[in-house]
């Protein structure tokens, strides 16, 4: 197939890239800048910015499916806004060149839980793409756990730097993390399954935890004691500002997913695990990985 990946440099579409690749398809492209993209052989590479519909037509063009892995939360405040314009541009020029089928990772989270500025945008982004005249099929997730994530890498240096943790309401609310693997072959997987043209699936990995379950294994994985007390009164935007003050996680992009924190996100709908086979990462299994320390057991004999 011809396949399209916007969002190629991103944590997760710089991994989709060589995985589709080896599956056999056709790989293109979409990056704002060429010469800081670092092509795997084999793919081709089209210059476009989301924000700019003239320059997308080209990388549409002849395309079967299309990947939409793109969010421009680092951008600042408005970036909403920016997200869906970003994404009626490419709804446009995806219906226009004909294309069948878009891919889009989205977020997990209930409407009905008032969601978070940037859970709500997520959501807004997969309303627009369905609009285009070809099937949409959203995977929702959580945080996805592996190195260069941006919701992990808050999670990883907070773990690592902190021994005692002072933090509200959030730390008791459940998250469902998927290893970064298993979210590539979801990914991958849909494009051979045909009935996952048109759905909305959740995908997540087998431990549903809170995120103080979350902070305590990742820092007892990095061989630290991390002692969280939770108090009443820290609102999620003191807790943001703190935050900044211990990771370098940039603000425009931690405030957003720090605010989502308030939002349980856990899969309610299991139907995609009888669609596609992934390995189910253990999220312990996901953190050593993610952390560089992933071990080979050795079998004397
Ligand atoms: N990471 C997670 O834990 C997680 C969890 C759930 C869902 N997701 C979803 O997974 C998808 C990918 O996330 P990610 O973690 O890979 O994000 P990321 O690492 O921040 O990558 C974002 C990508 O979007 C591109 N982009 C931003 N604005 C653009 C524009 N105007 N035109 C073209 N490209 C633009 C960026 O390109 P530049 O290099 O040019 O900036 C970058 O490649 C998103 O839809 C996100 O919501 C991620």
Redesign the pocket.
């Known amino acids: 197939m011809n396949i399209l990946v ?8 710089r991994r989709l890239v060589p995985a589709l690749l080896d599956a056999g398809h056709s790989v293109r492209v ?4 060429a010469a800081s993209y670092d092509a795997p052989a084999g793919a081709s590479v089209f210059v ?4 700019d519909p003239w320059s997308l037509d080209d990388a549409v063009e002849g395309i079967d499916a299309a990947y ?5 939360m ?2 600042g405040d408005d970036f909403r806004e ?1 997200d869906r314009r ?1 994404a009626h541009n490419f709804e446009r020029a995806a219906s226009s060149a004909g294309v069948s089928q878009v891919i ?4 997990l989270g209930e409407d009905r839980d008032h969601l978070s500025d940037h859970l709500r945008s ?1 959501r807004e982004v997969e309303l627009v793409l369905r609009e285009g005249d070809y099937d949409l099929t959203t995977l929702r ?4 756990v592996g190195d ?5 890498e808050m999670v990883r240096q907070l773990a690592d730097r902190l021994p005692v943790m002072v933090t509200p309401r959030w730390v008791n609310t459940k998250c469902q993390p998927i290893d970064i693997d298993d979210v590539i072959a979801y990914l991958v997987g849909v494009l051979s399954v045909p009935e996952t043209a048109g759905e909305t699936y959740e995908i997540g990995g087998p431990d549903v935890l809170t995120y103080r379950e979350v902070l305590e294994r990742t820092a007892e994985i990095q061989g630290h004691d991390l002692t969280i007390i939770q108090v009443p009164v820290l609102t999620p935007t003191l807790s943001a500002y703190w935050l900044d003050l211990v990771t370098d996680v940039p603000a425009s992009v931690a405030h957003p997913l720090i605010h989502g924190m308030k939002n349980t996100v856990v899969v309610t709908d299991h139907r995609i695990e009888n669609l596609v086979s992934v390995p189910g990462t253990p999220f312990d299994d996901a953190v050593r990985k993610a952390l560089g320390e992933d071990t080979v057991e050795v079998v004397d004999g």
């Open positions: 916007t969002g190629a440099t991103g944590f997760v579409g979409l990056v704002r800048d476009g910015d989301l924000l939409y892995l793109v969010h421009s680092g951008a920016r970003a889009y990772l989205g977020g997520r997730a959580a945080i996805i260069g994530s941006a919701s992990f």
